[in-house]
Structures are given as C-alpha cells and as structure tokens.
C-alpha cells in the first residue's frame, strides 16, 4: 500500500519499521522540525526522521499543517492512507480527507479511555490493571475518531510508565500492520466511540511531581510508576529534594512521610507503606536505595521524614 508516515518520536519508530519490513510503499515521512537538545543546545533530528533517513524515504517537517503547503505535497503524492502515530500536530480537515483509506491513528490507550497527550500514562497513575493501543480512523476531533482495531496488555503491579511506553510501541507496530491488511482486505471495521464511557489524559507537568505521603500505599507507588521517567515523582526529605523512580508495596504503617527502615528504605503512607528502591538526591545522579543509605552516616530513621518544607 502506498502510504504516508507521520510520526515524532521514539514511540512512533516500530511502526514506521513495520510498515517498511511489511513491504508498504512509504511515499513520504512528515514529522516535527528539529529541536535543540542537550547542554549546548544542538539541533537534534526526531527519532522518526532518523529512522526514514536510515530506509531513503523522503522526510518534511512542516512548521504548520494548515497553511496549505503540506496538503499541496501530499496531493502530489497522493498515498492511499496516511498513518499517524504520535505526530503532535493537529490535521486539517482538508488533509484527513485526501487519502481514498482515510487517516488512521494508532493511540496507545483502549479507546474511548484515556483520549489526549499522556494515556501511558494516566493508566499507570490510576492504577489500571489493563490497557492497550487503538487504531482508529481520524477525524476533526481529539482522538474521537471510530475504532478500527484493538490489542490489549496487563500492566504489571510494578510496571514503570517507560516500561509500558516501549510494550505498547511494540504493541502498536503489530496492530498497524494488520490494520493495514485489513484495509487492502475490504475487512475494515468500523465502530462509533461512545462519548459517555470516555476520559482525558492531559500533559503532564512538573507540578504533578510532588508525593502526598498521606495518601494510600498503592496511591503513592502507582503515582511513582506513572511519572517515571518524567516528571518524575519527587519529596522533600529532611529539607532537601529527591526524586523517587522505584517503589514497591511494603506491608509495614506508621506515621505518613516517617522513614520506618533504612534497610530496607521504607516510608509510611496514610495506609501502608512504600519500600523505596531508586532515588535521586538533589544535584546528584540516580542510585539505588542502597546506595544511598550506605551514603548517610549517623542518620536513624527516625530522624528522616518525608515531606517536611524546604
């Protein structure tokens, strides 16, 4: 099939690749301009653009999607679907009209759940037990398009948010691929989302960071998982701050914010406890827990508690 990619980021890579390695005519690769990255702010070509670079495909990045200039390229190359994957830009409707199979979305979450930026996510922060990706057909709103195809997964009780992101790229790279066969196929399926049964899953942002050591065990640990690797979940520990990547369940209470046990790293919450197994201090690289207690000298855990101002 003749098809255009868009995509962006690292997520987006497998199904570009499968596309490819499932012999499809990949006429062009639209992603996101270049940006500056790193301490010297060099230009950092999108994961996506590399890969289509890698495979002779021809690459664009558009600064706009509705200024006209890309549907003037894509009416040249007239593809028979456009595939998206976390392009993160808007399509006008002029463009979600042009190929003769429509637009497809592959949206990492089982719609009509978690439609928006940040579904991975989300489903981790809400402690979901299952989640997936969606192939839907796209239209004028936010992921509000009909379901196409669906694969499903089971999150793991101590599954990362970067964890789940690379089982469910994976996931998304098969899904398109039979999404396209059922295209070509006369197969296709399509299936209206009930607007009732949906929810929105925002941007995330830094001030989503800060642990509320009052709240439950699993609260605590799911909101640990759900913001690895950022914005990461953080606390202030006796004045300073520290970013927590790994947790577990701990069946020990006490006090909320109070370190229990410094071997294990254990904190109480309103209900439970955590047991810390990554951090990072302030100014300082990751390290296991471990790590950073054979750090401390002189330090019970009772003079440590989480939580306390800065």
Not at 133 to 139: F, H, I, L
Not at 254 to 275: N, R, W
Request: contains cysteine.
């Amino acid at each position: 099939m003749k098809i255009v990619f868009m995509g962006t980021p690292d997520f987006a890579v497998p199904c570009l690749k499968a596309l490819i390695d499932d012999g499809n005519e990949i006429a062009a690769v639209f992603t996101q301009p270049d940006k500056p990255k790193g301490r010297g702010y060099v230009m950092q070509p999108p994961p996506v653009k590399v890969c289509a670079e890698e495979n002779g495909i021809p690459v664009y990045q558009p600064v706009s999607m509705k200024d006209g200039t890309a549907l003037e390229i894509l009416k040249r190359i007239m593809p028979e679907m456009i595939v998206v994957v976390a392009y993160g830009k808007i399509l006008p409707k002029d463009i979600l009209e042009l190929p003769s199979l429509g637009c497809v979305n592959v949206h990492a979450s089982l719609l009509p759940l978690y439609r928006g930026a940040a579904p991975i996510q989300q489903a981790v922060l809400d402690g979901r037990e299952k989640t997936g990706v969606t192939a839907m057909m796209m239209d004028v709103g936010l992921d509000t398009g009909d379901m196409l195809m669906k694969s499903e997964l089971t999150i793991g009780e101590n599954e990362t948010a970067d964890e789940l992101h690379d089982r469910l790229s994976a996931l998304g790279a098969e899904l398109i691929v039979k999404t396209v066969h059922a295209a070509e196929n006369g197969t296709l399926t399509r299936e209206k989302q009930n607007d009732a049964d949906s929810c929105y899953a925002g941007m995330l942002t830094k001030e989503m960071s800060e642990i509320d050591f009052t709240k439950t065990a699993q609260e605590v640990h799911n909101k640990v998982r759900g913001l690895n690797s950022w914005p990461s979940a953080s606390s202030v520990l006796n004045g300073k701050r520290i970013k927590i990547h790994r947790t577990k369940i701990s069946d020990a209470n006490g006090e909320p914010g109070q370190v229990l046990s410094l071997d294990p790293f254990i904190v109480a919450c309103g209900d439970g406890a955590v047991e810390i197994l990554e951090l990072q201090p302030e100014g300082k690289k990751k390290m296991s827990a471990q790590a950073y207690v054979n750090g401390l000298h002189g330090v019970s855990a009772d003079d440590m508690k989480f939580g306390r101002k800065e």
